[in-house]
């Protein structure tokens, strides 16, 4: 009984396992939409950014330009660029944050297998455990018939 008790016990820790398991999946495939809708952004924004500079260096050399039209046109640039950082930062986090997972699941799973060993050792326990009660119910019920046949047979020959 207290075999079949600390198996309830890891079977419960065993589903929970599972169950945590199952979310760290989801939560990996969500990682991985998530890191190939930003490089789908990040493609079209630097697609869009080569079009804007030739444009930008078009009218550039169709004026004249000053040292301050210059300038303007270099942070106009530079602003174009950093957006690129930006975007590019958010596809390395989900990268980061995709590897944790992954760490996260590898453990979990080792973890996994840990907890069902345990669970089939407690089942063997278990099984051992009721062999043994059984044994000793059938040994009860024989010493009590033999109590009984020899209060019987004594009772008799007076």
Known sequence: ?????????????LTRKQQLLKQIVEKMN???????????SL???????????????DEATQSLLSRQG????????SQLRSKDTVLNQHILDY???LDVAIKEKEVC?????????ANEKYKVLCE?????????????????????SMTCYSGAGL
């Open 70 to 77: 210059i300038d303007e046109l270099r942070n106009e640039i």
């Open 109 to 117: 799973a080792r973890e996994i297998v840990g907890l069902q060993k």
């Open 30 to 40: 969500i990682l991985k939409l998530k890191i190939d809708e930003a490089k789908e």
């Open 128 to 148: 051992r455990e009721a062999i043994l009660i059984a044994k000793e119910q059938e040994f009860i019920e024989e010493d009590a018939l033999d109590e009984f």
């Open 95 to 97: 990268e980061n944050q």
């Open 43 to 57: 493609n079209v924004y630097v697609n869009w950014r080569l079009s804007e500079e030739d444009r930008l260096y």
């Open 1 to 13: 009984m207290i075999f079949e008790k600390l198996r309830e016990i890891k079977q419960y820790r």
